[in-house]
């Protein structure tokens, strides 16, 4: 995330043929507490489809091991009905991260296969009781679509400290579990935790898989009154130089456009977010379109003494074009300030003014 510093002056259901989501409801424990297939048994596969939804219903059924019948279906059939199977759990809701890894054994006419889970399904079930009690916590009656995704996004913020060192974190920091029990994950736990909330909260939202800053990358996109837009959790909660974690709104309810900017994702698998209203700053009237409007904003900010400020513009800018403008506002408004530039994005947040 390219961020600069700078300081003046210092439901699911099993049917004949495949699995049903009724997505007006967020799969809960409930839904695992039923075994979809009778652990006894040998299930005869005839497609790869078939087999999709069979390791589906297992995963949500947190089963262990399972032995398929699978006369017709050819090894690399196999395979990939196995992968496409773990990589379909993004859009149920709290299963993005469950599958740690799997192990499959197969010989003419059967398969073996066992999946190892990320967490277990107690840990499944009070991460699903905690999101119920966040939900009633903060999503009010009356609530518009705009002010449930901001509260879902500042408690995650809030609440979440991204794990910088992987490598020594449990697999935990990939799920909901982690992100809202522990309060300890990474950009998977972000955003399976807004998938979970949001949906919950009766919010469309979709997981994204892509990459960002040349590494492997999960956010969100979210439906607002029929547009599409993007939101990147993990992102907004940046771990500033000093150590420090901020909340930011770079991030919340963007286009694919400004998305893409430092964003790398298949597109053709997603929705194209062209909305724009419900961008934070354009909805809270912290948007300058152009220079001059950027100054009298900022004027206008120092002569009420204010202490914080946020805001986007819709032309590029950098840090020294922004030590400019403060310079030129300088002289009678202000003694010192603390300031950051988010370029890629063309966010500018002003805060400790000392006048």
Request: glycine share 6%; with cysteine; proline share 2%.
């Amino acid at each position: 995330m390219l961020i600069s510093m700078g300081l003046i002056a210092n439901n699911y259901f099993w049917g004949q043929d495949e699995i049903i989501f009724d997505s007006s409801k967020v799969i809960s424990h409930i839904a695992s507490q039923n075994k979809l297939f009778s652990s006894d048994q040998e299930d005869f596969i005839n497609t790869e489809e078939e087999l999709l939804a069979a390791v589906v219903a297992m995963i949500l059924a947190w089963e262990g091991e399972r032995e398929f019948m699978i006369p017709a279906l050819t090894y690399e059939q196999v395979e990939a009905g196995i992968q496409s199977a773990i990589t379909s759990m993004k859009d149920y809701p709290g299963y993005y991260s469950a599958v740690s890894s799997t192990e499959s054994a197969t010989s003419d006419v059967s398969l073996s296969l066992r999946v190892n889970y990320k967490i277990t399904k107690t840990e499944f079930d009070t991460s699903v009781k905690k999101a119920e009690a966040i939900v009633d916590e903060i999503i009010q009656d009356g609530m518009t679509p705009f002010e449930k995704t901001l509260a879902i996004h500042d408690y995650l913020v809030d609440h979440i400290v991204y794990t910088k060192d992987v490598e020594a974190g449990e697999e935990y920091i990939y799920t909901m579990y982690g992100a809202l029990i522990h309060g300890d994950a990474v950009c998977q736990g972000y955003a399976e935790a807004f998938h979970y909330l949001s949906t919950m909260a009766g919010l469309e939202t979709i997981i994204i898989q892509g990459t960002a800053g040349e590494q492997a990358h999960a956010w969100n996109l979210v439906q607002l009154e029929e547009e599409w837009y993007h939101v990147d959790v993990t992102w907004d909660d940046p771990v500033m130089p000093g150590g420090t974690q901020v909340k930011r709104y770079d991030y919340m309810n963007i286009t694919s456009e400004q998305m893409s900017k430092d964003h790398q994702y298949i597109a053709e698998d997603y929705p194209v977010a062209t909305g724009k209203q419900y961008n934070y700053y354009v909805y809270m009237d912290l948007y300058a379109e152009q220079a001059s409007d950027l100054i009298k904003r900022l004027q206008r900010f120092f002569d009420e003494q204010g202490n914080k400020i946020e805001i986007k513009t819709g032309y590029d800018i950098d840090q020294i074009y922004v030590e400019e403008v403060l310079s030129q506002l300088q002289s009678g408004s202000y003694r010192s300030l603390q300031y950051s530039v988010n370029p890629v994005q063309n966010t500018i947040i002003l805060s400790d003014v000392i006048y």
